[in-house]
């Protein structure tokens, strides 16, 4: 299967600092990828989706100025968590979509942020 | 009603079982089915991937779908400790987004 890259597996932040975290697809070009959190034993939670070339699309109640979506290029995808609070700690996993006639999408090993 | 449900378990076997996970949905849009494996701290993994009605195998994997019945199952045959993960099902259409079921754990004891 295609190979999804997420960066770093994880991150530790002191209270009111931002984090960056990307999304890479190696081996394929990815118009769309997808942002989940996800609390322990709980199922994914789509937070949005971003589009190379536009703005992100942000699932409801998920702060945009918080989780701020960058898709400037088909192979990359960022998730900037600006002005942490311990709240933000999660567990993040990004996807992308593998387009073609039958479209799949291929996942990120997660991001762990633990905010003091 | 939740587009796709999923028996969230967890789901306890010993090894050597079979294990039977099953989802069903609402949206008979839905033609593409997917089953994720997910470990623990780790994005998922696809596992099996399938086109509307039928039975696809792949190793000690089945994946069925009924799309009459609007019903798909993941049967894993003689069932290691290595399975015990968490199996997501989702679904995908022309025109539709990829949607998740919530997930069953399952723990295989050895």
């Known amino acids: 299967g295609a190979v999804v890259s997420q960066h770093p597996s994880w991150v530790i932040c002191k209270s009111g600092t931002s984090v960056k975290i990307e999304c890479r697809s190696l081996?394929?070009?990815?118009?769309?990828m997808f942002w989940y959190r996800q609390f322990p034993k709980q199922s994914l939670m789509l937070m949005a989706t971003?589009?190379?070339?536009?703005?992100?699309?942000?699932e409801q109640g998920v702060e945009k100025d918080k989780f701020l979506i960058n898709h400037a290029s088909l192979t990359l995808s960022t998730l900037t968590v600006t002005s942490a609070h311990p709240e933000d700690s999660s567990f993040y996993i990004c996807?992308?979509?593998?387009?073609?006639?039958?479209?799949?999408?291929?996942f990120g090993s997660g991001t762990q942020l633990s905010v003091l | 009603q939740k587009e796709v449900e999923q028996d969230p378990g967890p789901l306890s076997v010993p090894e050597g079982a079979i294990v039977s996970l099953n989802c069903t949905y609402s949206?008979?849009?839905?033609?593409?089915f997917m089953w994720y494996r997910q470990y623990s701290r780790k994005g998922p993994e696809l596992l099996m991937y399938?086109?509307?009605?039928g039975n696809k195998e792949d190793g000690r994997f089945t994946a069925q779908v009924d799309k009459s019945s609007k019903y798909i199952s993941l049967f894993i045959r003689d069932s290691q400790p290595s399975d015990s993960a968490t199996y997501l099902c989702a679904m995908w259409g022309y025109g539709q987004n990829f949607v998740f079921g919530p997930g069953t754990r399952l723990s295989v004891l050895p």
């Open positions: 996807s992308a979509r593998w387009g073609g006639l039958e479209e799949k999408l291929f």
């Open positions: 399938t086109y509307s009605s």
């Open positions: 971003s589009n190379e070339g536009s703005k992100a699309t942000y």
């Open positions: 081996d394929f070009q990815a118009t769309t």
């Open positions: 949206n008979s849009a839905f033609q593409y």
